[in-house]
Nanobody
Framework: QVQLVESGGGLMQAGGSLRLSCAAS????????MGWFRQAPGKEREFVAA????????YYADSVKGRFTISRDNAKNTVYLQMNNLKPEDTAVYYC????????????????????WGKGTLVTVSS
């Protein structure tokens, strides 16, 4: 019912910035809370950031707080992740997610607990 397509990943030196975009198609994205997760090689997928349906509340992992900013433009059915002061530890495949449920714990929810996932975009940060 909902398709998510990420873009904006690529190569960046430490200290640089990237902005990831996630475009939703199918049902309007304004009906869903949305977030970002990432997965490094050999590691489990981890929560990065999330934003409420109205865009008034945001949540961040401690590892990215103060550096990353999540936002959404419901008119464009798009969610963004602005990543500043990138570090090599940020290297991972970044996945966009959307969920219809209310009150989920984004910091601890597993992969199967999210309704929709994008295919991911690779971010590589060199030192």
């Amino acid at each position: 019912q909902v398709q998510l397509v990420e873009s904006g990943g690529g190569l960046m030196q430490a200290g640089g910035s990237l902005r990831l975009s996630c475009a939703a198609s199918g049902r309007t994205s304004s009906s869903y809370a949305m977030g970002w997760f990432r997965q490094a090689p050999g590691k489990e997928r981890e929560f990065v950031a999330a934003i409420s349906r109205g865009g008034t509340r945001t949540y961040y992992a401690d590892s990215v707080k103060g550096r990353f900013t999540i936002s959404r433009d419901n008119a464009k059915n798009t969610v963004y992740l602005q990543m500043n002061n990138l570090k090599p530890e940020d290297t991972a495949v970044y996945y966009c997610a959307a969920d219809t449920k209310l009150g989920i714990n984004w910091r601890s929810v597993g992969r199967d607990g999210i309704d929709y996932w994008g295919k991911g975009t690779l971010v590589t940060v060199s030192s």
